[in-house]
DNA sequence: ACACCGTGTATTTTT
DNA sequence: TACACGGTGT
């Protein structure tokens, strides 16, 4: 491999400084639409090419499948067209396409296949395969390496069979939802059970703790995990056994990560770990041959009601960096040239998050032409703007033939107002694509299949037995199964140990225990051909030997046969996972397939496409419309009386700006149905922050000229400020904060009066300070 | 086992 | 408004 990749010449400053970044610590902070996956991938490439590391000293870590496999995708044509360029003199692309696939099979088996590439929770499950034996929780508990890995619905039923007949609570003061909530918040600040309830300790934190550690009985009994775990107990194995971090942390020499306004506590905690080997972070001098590289945009923090924290990426040069200011800092680079949209555009994104508080200072910079004017729409109610928005589609759709359905996003906050736009869409017969919904790994029939697998690798796995034992019916009555469970719990074994005993099955009536051996006897069967046969084979003989498929058949609804042809899609799926991957065991395909949710991600047709804001960040489409943007609705009601949730919203509006290249169009309707009634509304806090130059309205009064007194930001004029200027605060001052408490300020951001406060409060954690518009008082 | 009806609830949801 | 869920009745 030739070094002097002179690919670096196609990137602008900054990137180049962060795709050269070789060892230490980097914040890459990349605005929307700034080339950040170019960044990960190009670094990538450059630490293979030019500094010969080892693909498998390399782990990236991202948030979302579809940008792991991109990343993936990226870098092997990066790699392949280099070998192009260097072997036959010629662009990859130019190359007939079977020397294309032979390229790139290459790359993929000397470089992309031993690089670490995965979400966060697919790495973590590779790692926990191999080493959760070696781990004890403070109750001792232990899983086994073939655990099973619960989804959000089995989670939910357990945690709704602890709260209502286990612990015997009225599940409307503790209704399961809150309660899972609260736990998975706990997880994923590395909280146990005991912990939690220190933290915690009036009646509810008592009963959430009690909740939860039943829960983590109920997991372990099944020997199964929930998605949180799966990075906590990796975590906690690190914490408490050197030699299995001292192993992975010499294992991983560069770690990168996507989306790193998006980490947790325990995520960050891991990403600590396995850079430090647990050293302290302050003293961790040993950058030789070893970096973190995040990449990642505060202002795109739309996650936290998930538990993403950003003030974690606001303190990534406390935690790893060099702690410089900004503009001496030798660990931070700010991607800034924006190369997706117009300018006016980016102006109205630009001015937008200005409002907010809790950022990095940052702006997108043009790089196109100024571009279209923004157009801001006033609809009567819900029907009008919808007739609006699709009159526009139809209009630009026709007078531009290089525009097609599939250059139109309609982006809303709330799934509930897709229904709106596709009556609209319906009726004028424009092909749409509503994105969300039910995914192809929740629909029934697939969860009942993927139940056998799991029972199959796993018996412990009871809530896996209980769906799929009568599926299809096969007699096995709900007073028989009851009278099992109570049996397998008052011995305290799965519930396959007793149905698995002959003798034990046998003391039931030949009625009901024939069926039962039968089925007994079906999943060792299928326990036999683990180690020899694929997993497609393994599914096959699932659908016909269970009657599961003849079952459909019988049926001869419509909805039956769908739900035929979803299962013969998985079966396709572990076909297809066969010819892709050496090892096709059903563990390896099961393993998989827990973690994938979009696998039924259909390419991109020639349709419009309506999905929520959240879903719609990372992508971008030429002409976007951003509608029901009104008090209450967008901003969310729920947010309006919390400072730090109204800049979320305010965020999530920035996301949606910045998703349009060419053309933007914002609405908002007078008056809207909601839950059945009428509700009037006004324009949206967001429409009066973008500058009334920058849009055009079809109805002058469409925004209100001051800002609505809705502002939850209360912005205190400068001359009344509160006691001290911003230039008064030096790193290491001590302060009090009325609700934090007293904290000790570990960074300071941004410069003038642009400062802002990372402050460490001893029960609150960092937090970051805007002392403009917080009442600070120092401490000595 | 299934159909029916009343009740409660309703932001977002990468894994 | 619309739906999901649980309880009841057949």
Redesign the pocket.
Known sequence: MTVAPDFLSHLNASQRQAVEHYCGPLLVVAGAGSGKTRALTFRISNLVMRHRVNPENILAVT????AAREMKDRIETLFADRFAQEEQGKALELLPAFEQTKLRSRVYKTITKHLWIG?F??LCARILRLEINKYKDEQGRQWEKNFSIFD?SDVQSLI?DIVVNRLNLDD?KF?P?AVRFAISNAKNQGLSPSEYELENNNFRGRVIASVYSAYQDGLVANNALD??DLIRILVKLFQQNEQVLAYWHSQFHHILVD?YQ?TNRTQYDLLRLLTTNSEPVKSFKNWKNRSIFVVGDADQS??S??A?DFTILMGFQQDFGDRLSDDETQTMVKLEENYRSTENILQAANALIENNTERIDKVLKPTRGEGEIIFCFRADDELHEAEFVVDQLRTLERENPEVNWGDFAILY????QSRTFEDALVRWAIPYTVV?GL?FYDRREIKDVLAYLRLIVNPADTLSLQRVI?TP?RGV??TTLDRLAQAAQELGVPLWDILSDESSVKTLAARSSKPILKFVEMIQHWQGQLETQPAAEIIQGILEQSGYAQDLVMQGTDEADERLGNVKELYNAAIQFGEENEDQALNTFLANAA????ADNKDATDTVTL??L??A?GLEFPIVFLVGLEQGLFP?F??LDDPA?LEEERR?CYVGITRAQERLFISHARER?L??SRESAIASLFLSEIPRDLMQLNSPLAIPKHKPEMTATPKTPKSTMPNTHAQDWTVGDRLLHKGFGIGEITHIFGAGDKICLAVRFPSMGQKILDPKITALQRVT
Not at 63 to 66: P, Q
Not at 413 to 416: K, M, P, V
Not at 595 to 598: G, I, K, Q, V, Y
């Open positions: 948030f979302t499948n579809k979400t929770h697919s959000e709704k409307r209704p939802r998605f949180d989306e998006d739309i996650y009601f998930r993403a906050r709330t799934n509930a969300g995914k009568n019916r009555g709900k973690l994938a949710s979009d999905m929520t959240h879903s960040k969310n729920r947010s949730a999530l149905r839950y059945g």
